[in-house]
Structure formats: structure tokens, C-alpha cells
């Protein structure tokens, strides 16, 4: 079993910046970001890869959202900026063992339990 913590979240004006960090209890193979806001799907935010640190990126996260990971800590860091208040939504870290799409939550087998980011306008 893989344990996730995750932390980071809060309120935050639009514009403002927040990092969520996710601890892992065991290195993984990939590390993924979703939200998911009241009434909506779970939306795919970021991934990174973890060996390498590749980082992936959904449509919604280029160019102000950022992926990486301190692999001597075990934990995945999701660096935001440019805030905007569409941006409220639960975050979850996830972990995967593998994947052949980074963006659906089925190639995760663990998850945190979710950090609540408010981004007010």
C-alpha cells in the first residue's frame, strides 16, 4: 500500500501564486495532479514523470502551472500561478505504476485525499 499526503492548499486572490506539495511512501513511477470542482468531472492538471521528471500538462495548466519532484524526499510539488478563480476546485495528487495515458485517472492505482484551492476574483 502507498500512502499520499498532500498539502498546499488554501485561499488565494486571483493572480496570487500556491505550491501543493504530495508526500509518497515509495518512489513512483509517475505522479499525477487532477481537480475536480462542485459538479464537474475529475479534470487532469499535470503529471510528471518520475525518474527523468518529464513533465505532462493539461490544456488548462501550460504555461502558468508547473510539475516537478524532489526525488530524494519522495514528494511531487505543483507549482500555480496566474491564478484564476475557474481554478477552484479540490486538488488530488495520484501516483501511477505505469502508464500509457498520463491524463485518465484509471492509470493511477493510488490517491491523496485532496486539498481544496480557492481562487476568489
Known amino acids: 500500500q502507498v500512502q499520499l499526503v498532500e498539502s498546499g492548499g488554501g485561499l488565494v486572490q486571483a493572480g496570487g501564486s500556491l505550491r501543493l506539495s504530495c508526500a509518497v511512501s515509495?518512489?513512483?513511477?509517475?505522479m499525477g495532479w487532477f481537480r475536480q470542482a462542485p459538479g464537474k468531472e475529475r479534470e487532469f492538471v499535470a503529471a510528471?514523470?518520475?525518474?527523468?521528471?518529464?513533465?505532462f500538462y493539461g490544456d488548462s495548466a501550460k504555461g502558468r502551472f508547473t510539475a516537478s519532484r524532489d526525488d530524494a524526499k519522495n514528494t511531487g510539488y505543483l507549482q500555480m500561478t496566474n491564478l484564476k478563480s475557474e481554478d477552484t476546485a479540490v486538488y488530488y495528487c495520484?501516483?501511477?505504476?505505469?502508464?500509457?495515458?498520463?491524463?485518465?485517472?484509471?492509470?493511477?492505482?493510488?490517491w491523496g485525499q485532496g486539498t481544496q484551492v480557492t481562487v476568489s476574483s
Open positions: 510528471i514523470e518520475w525518474s527523468f521528471g518529464s513533465p
Open positions: 515509495r518512489r513512483p513511477y509517475g
Open positions: 495520484a501516483v501511477s505504476q505505469g502508464w500509457e495515458l498520463v491524463a485518465v485517472t484509471s492509470s493511477y492505482q493510488y
